[in-house]
């Protein structure tokens, strides 16, 4: 089971349910903070009020609709769909083992103990996702689904996709629905405090009001969330559960998107690198002297390569692709061409045979591909001009991959850590990628994420020297080089 079908099992509704709100805020806004936390913005039907400014992936509800879904979970198909609109279609977890239920005679004796074994899975509900800000707006200013469908397509010609996600549905309107809903986020929302201004951890998994603290009899085990107390008597509470207001707070608020997601932000309440703060600098002044250092050394190899790209497919050189920095801004990628110049067009047609499972393209023997190019390859030395990119800035020696945006778009949690560093002529992903059927796109995530997790010169210094073995073909077996022990 998940972790968001355990948070929906747990959250099931106490036999008193609450109607107040948590640290002064309500379900609906507890909801929208959740999802904000992770770069997406929640848009209701006929609301009139549109996306956050800082958002460019939005979720469509209807006015009083609460969902929980793991967005990380379909990340992957909303890439490759690329559709205008995405129907999330939401399934409830399952059930385990069997459920038993008393059946009742007219005389209201016991009848018979009814037992229901197997899985019970069944539609808890449909949200839409959309990466188009006016599809957004539309939607906000619209008074019915068919309004707001009707208006898209009057404009483009839209594509409406539908994708399965375990994840679970909850009801505004009532009492259930929002008590049950707030469980739910309270069991998947590890850090609410970077969003929620005035509230912090109290203990592992608690979390209460600035100036609030857990006291000797206080009983609690997370997750827990605690709301404002007007008497500060003992809390005996175990989670995932919520701890309702009884008095209304002061000074919290949620912060915007473009607030959580900025740089200075991310950086100052997020990352913490054992390397400490002169690790930035230092590794900025190395990249500066070795790149400009490379580019001198091999200034007559560079001359070499560009004449026989233009003795082999003519101009131009370079091909300079729109990757993101750090921060998300746009920067050109410089490599040596080493497509035909009609390359771009010809990927539709060849997606089926790609054989990566992300938005990347990977085919064997790709005919898009020059002779001077497959050579370049081959000899791993297409991406000398990135030399130039590391000593302008817009890149590293070192880092994550860089992706373009519509790679990011629908990984947030993904690439607000990514794109929290300069990302980097080779990395962890680069040296430690299996290749595996199935798992390029996984692995990528997962490497990309646990180099900004864990950067540091020691980490640097490894992938490095990995790098060169394998620009040296020295043997060595993917996947097993990296001591995971180590900072």
């Not at 990011?408 to 607000?416: D, G, I, L």
Request: charged share 25%; glycine share 10%; hydrophobic share 40%.
């Amino acid at each position: 089971m998940s972790t968001v079908e355990r948070a929906i099992a747990a959250a099931q509704p106490p036999e008193a349910i609450a109607t107040s709100t948590v640290w002064g805020l309500d379900a609906i806004e507890l909801h929208d903070a959740y999802w904000a936390s992770v770069g997406v913005s929640c848009v209701r039907l006929g609301s009139g009020r549109g996306p956050d400014r800082g958002a460019d992936v939005f979720l469509l509800l209807e006015p009083d609709q609460l969902v929980v879904f793991d967005l990380r979970t379909i990340a992957e198909g909303l890439l490759w769909n690329a559709a205008d609109l995405t129907r999330v279609q939401l399934i409830a977890p399952a059930s385990e083992g069997y459920r038993e239920r008393l059946v009742f005679a007219a005389d209201g004796s016991v009848s018979r103990v009814e037992r229901r074994y197997g899985a019970d899975r069944h539609v808890s509900g449909q949200a839409l996702l959309a990466h188009r800000r006016g599809d957004a707006e539309l939607w906000a200013e619209s008074a019915t689904t068919t309004d707001a469908l009707g208006g898209m397509r009057s404009l483009r010609r839209i594509r409406i996709d539908t994708i399965d996600c375990a994840g679970q549905c909850f009801h505004g309107g009532d009492d259930e629905g929002r008590s049950s809903l707030v469980r739910a986020i309270a069991s998947v929302w590890a850090h609410p405090e970077r969003v929620i201004e005035g509230i912090k951890p109290l203990a592992d998994g608690i979390y209460g009001l600035e100036g609030d603290s857990l006291r000797g009899g206080d009983r609690c085990v997370g997750p827990l969330w605690i709301g404002a107390r007007a008497q500060r008597g003992p809390v005996e509470s175990i989670g995932p559960n919520v701890v309702w207001d009884t008095t209304a707070p002061a000074g919290v608020r949620v912060r915007p998107i473009a607030e959580i997601f900025s740089p200075a932000y991310s950086r100052a309440s997020r990352e913490t690198h054992a390397a400490g703060d002169w690790y930035d600098g230092a590794k900025r002044v190395l990249d500066m002297v070795l790149s400009a250092a490379a580019l001198v050394v091999l200034s007559p190899v560079i001359l070499l390569i560009a004449v026989a790209i233009v003795a082999d497919d003519g101009f131009p050189i370079f091909f300079g692709h729109r990757r993101q920095a750090r921060g998300g801004r746009v920067f050109r990628c410089w490599k040596f061409r080493t497509m035909r110049r009609n390359a771009e067009a010809l990927v539709a047609e060849l997606r089926k045979q790609n054989l990566c499972d992300g938005p990347q393209v990977f085919i064997q023997d790709d005919p898009r591909v020059t002779r001077v190019g497959r050579l370049l390859r081959k000899l791993q030395c297409d991406e000398f001009p990135q030399f130039w990119n590391v000593l302008l800035g817009d890149m590293s020696l070192v880092g994550p991959r860089p992706s373009p945006e519509n790679e990011n778009q629908f990984c947030p949690a993904w690439r607000e850590k990514r794109l929290s560093v300069r990302p980097g002529i080779t990395g962890l992903w680069q040296v430690m990628r299996t290749r595996a059927p199935g798992r390029d796109f996984q692995e990528w995530i997962q490497y990309d994420i646990e180099y900004v997790e864990r950067k540091g010169p020691m980490l640097d210094l490894r992938i490095a020297v990995l790098t060169i073995m394998n620009l040296l073909r020295i043997g060595r077996k993917p996947g097993t080089d990296i001591d995971r022990s180590r900072p």
